[in-house]
């Protein structure tokens, strides 16, 4: 079983499903993802696959499946 888990703000083995805003980008890591996204004024989360390096943004984060090797997480892990 796959499990919902958080690494820092990051959800590790969670795909946030659709709501792509283009084409997919390639990333270093997750966190790469995250700087990607933070300079898309559309974007409100990301979900990375480490396999292969794909970085895809997202509008939303509302739906989410469990994906082993996916890490997704929001904008900013800024706490308010």
């Known amino acids: 079983h796959w499990f919902k888990y958080v690494l820092g ?3 590790a083995g969670i ?3 659709s709501n792509d805003i283009r084409p997919m980008h390639q990333a270093e890591s997750a966190k790469d993802c995250q700087d990607k ?3 898309e004024d559309e974007c409100k989360a990301f979900t990375y696959f480490h396999e292969n390096g794909h970085c895809w ?3 939303t984060a509302e ?5 082993k090797g996916a ?3 929001p904008k ?4 308010a």
């Open 63 to 67: 739906n989410w499946s469990i994906h």
């Open 76 to 79: 900013s892990c800024q706490s």
């Open 15 to 17: 795909d946030y499903k």
């Open 71 to 73: 890490i997704s997480g």
């Open 57 to 59: 943004l997202k509008t």
């Open 37 to 39: 996204c933070r300079n």
């Open 9 to 11: 703000c990051f959800d």
